[in-house]
């Protein structure tokens, strides 16, 4: 009642895999049911999405890209003793990253990945309007011996 997913698992070939999740919350019916919306502006709510592909090169290489986004907003009405106005808020979360592991020799195996990340969030309230904005990239290598 609130919430919808949708995943799917889809093999394209021997070599390729893909996987898919959707899902988006709906907070709307549980305040119909219980009561307690007045003071809200919007209504909280959050989706995702996430997809994997999945490729296997060679006997002992396989490639992985992965991909996130996430995303919340919410409002509400705040009236404190000498205080009214509206605070909102919302945010996003934007996350790629590509792996690669394969076997070297018969005993090293390398493990290689690079990713970014990009996370936005914005608050307000009255003359308060504070927005973050952080960025994360990375790169990392590792032997296994």
């Known amino acids: 009642m609130a919430n919808a997913d949708v995943a799917a698992n889809i093999t394209v070939s021997d070599k390729v895999g893909i996987r898919l999740d959707a899902r988006k919350t709906f907070t709307q019916p549980i305040f119909w049911l219980n009561g307690g919306s007045g003071d809200l502006t919007i209504t909280p709510s959050s989706s995702d999405i996430s997809a994997l592909l999945s490729y296997k090169y060679s006997k002992n290489g396989k490639l992985k890209l992965s991909v996130f986004y996430t995303s ?32 070297l020799t018969s005993n090293i195996v390398t493990k290689t990945s690079i990713s970014f990340n990009e996370y936005d969030n914005h608050w307000k ?7 973050q904005n952080d960025y994360n990239y990375k790169f990392r290598n590792d032997l296994e011996i």
Not at 73 to 99: C, H, M, P, W
């Open 72 to 103: 919340d907003k919410q409002g509400v009405n705040v009236d404190l003793s000498g205080y009214r106005d509206e605070f909102t808020g919302n945010s996003e979360n934007k996350f790629i990253a590509l792996q690669n592991v394969d076997l």
């Open 125 to 131: 309230l009255g003359i308060l309007d504070l927005q």
